[in-house]
Each structure stands twice: as structure tokens, then as C-alpha cells.
């Protein structure tokens, strides 16, 4: 069965450094997410994406997160200059053609900033 | 934006014991899935469930979407159903999961 697939599993990262968080999302998916957990609160949207561009953002997705869709296959958050808050677990999505809503989670990537 | 609530937040079971979670929602809603977070982190998609009945093994839920609202089953737990179970709805307007606080399972054995 097709899943989505997240690399790393666990990043450790410095403040200030910046991170890439890697997706595959399932093949002939066209819409794509990234969530985020804050370690015991509720999952929390942060950025679709569609047609190569963002279709929404939460207000958390601010300047210092971008997405990209480098090719064909990848998904990627990047976050440019961490700060210890954003610490948590980040999950990537995806859902199918047009019409179907279910969105597929992958095993998720925890993001520790020291 | 849609409100989502969840009960009872906390849940502790028997094994062998049979329990109900509950999601309200409130507004009408395009989807709605029912999530398991094991303790790993890892969120387990159980249901997809914006209308009507499915069931998956010892699990089943029901979605009443004109009364807003959905409920999870869980027959005869286990240790391994511990975790948390998430509700999350997307609204008529958007196409994000909106989620749940979401209901602290822990069945003892």
C-alpha cells in the first residue's frame, strides 16, 4: 500500500541553524501539508500546497518557514533560523485527485532546537 | 473557523472493556478522520468517516453529520489500543484538518 514517507525520523539542531524536513508524498497525490505537535498539544496546521504554490498558511507559517517542491517525487519544510519553539514533531500529508478529502500522514519528523 | 471538541479527555480501561470517544463538531464539514498517536509519535489513520458507519476489526465508528458530531467504538481493549485518538474535520471552505485536543486512552492490564 502506498505511504507517505518523512526523513529524518529525529533532527537535533542548534538555535539560529536552518533545517530542511524531507516528504515523499504518495505518487499521484496533488495536494500536499505539513502539520506540527508541539510535544502534548493538539496537531496543528501550518501550509498546504497545490499546483506548486501555497494554497493556504496558518499565521505560525511566517517568514521563516518556506515549502518547496524541488521535483517530482519531494516535499520540503525548510526553516530558516530555528528558534527553541519550534520544537516538535512536523507530520507531511498528502491527498488524492480532486474530490477526495482523506489525507494521508507520514511517520512524522521530531525536531529537537538546544 | 470550525470548532472541534473532544471527550472525555482522559480514559482509563480495563482490558477486556468496552468504550465510546466523542467528537463534536461545528459547522458542516467535507471530511473527517479519526487518528490513533501511538507512542512513538506516529499518527494512525483509522477512519475516514465523513458520513455514516464503517467498522475495522474491534474498532467501528459512526459519523451523524446533520448533528454534527462522530463517535469512535472500541470493543474489548487492549493494552496496544493506549494512546491518543485525534478527530479531525476539514469545513465546507477550506481543505486543512482542523483537530481535536484530542482523548487519553490508557487500558491496564
Known amino acids: 500500500e502506498p505511504e507517505v514517507t518523512q526523513t529524518p525520523s529525529h533532527q537535533v539542531t542548534q538555535m539560529g541553524q536552518e533545517v530542511i524536513l524531507r516528504c515523499v508524498p504518495i505518487s499521484n497525490h496533488l495536494y500536499f501539508y505539513w502539520y506540527r505537535q508541539i510535544l502534548g498539544q493538539k496537531v496543528e496546521f501550518l501550509v498546504s500546497f497545490y499546483n506548486n504554490e501555497i494554497s493556504e498558511k496558518s499565521e505560525i507559517f511566517d517568514d521563516q518557514f518556506s515549502v518547496e517542491r524541488p521535483d517530482g517525487s519531494n516535499f520540503t519544510l525548510k526553516i530558516r533560523s530555528t528558534k527553541l519553539e519550534d520544537s516538535a514533531m512536523y507530520f507531511c500529508a498528502s491527498s488524492g485527485p480532486s474530490g477526495s478529502y482523506e489525507q494521508y500522514f507520514g511517520p512524522g519528523t521530531r525536531l529537537t532546537v538546544t | ?109
Open chain 2, 1 to 109: 473557523g470550525i470548532q472541534v471538541e473532544q471527550s472525555p479527555p482522559d480514559l482509563i480501561l480495563q482490558e477486556g472493556a468496552n468504550s465510546t470517544l466523542r467528537c463534536n463538531f461545528s459547522d458542516s464539514v467535507n471530511n473527517l478522520q479519526w487518528f490513533h498517536q501511538n507512542p512513538w509519535g506516529q499518527l494512525i489513520n483509522l477512519f475516514y468517516i465523513p458520513s455514516g458507519t464503517k467498522q475495522n476489526g474491534r474498532l467501528s465508528a459512526t459519523t451523524v453529520a446533520t448533528e454534527r458530531y462522530s463517535l469512535l467504538y472500541i470493543s474489548s481493549s487492549q493494552t496496544t489500543d493506549s494512546g491518543v485518538y485525534f478527530c479531525a474535520v476539514i469545513d465546507r471552505y477550506g481543505n486543512k484538518l482542523v483537530f481535536g485536543a484530542g482523548t487519553i486512552l490508557r487500558v491496564k492490564s
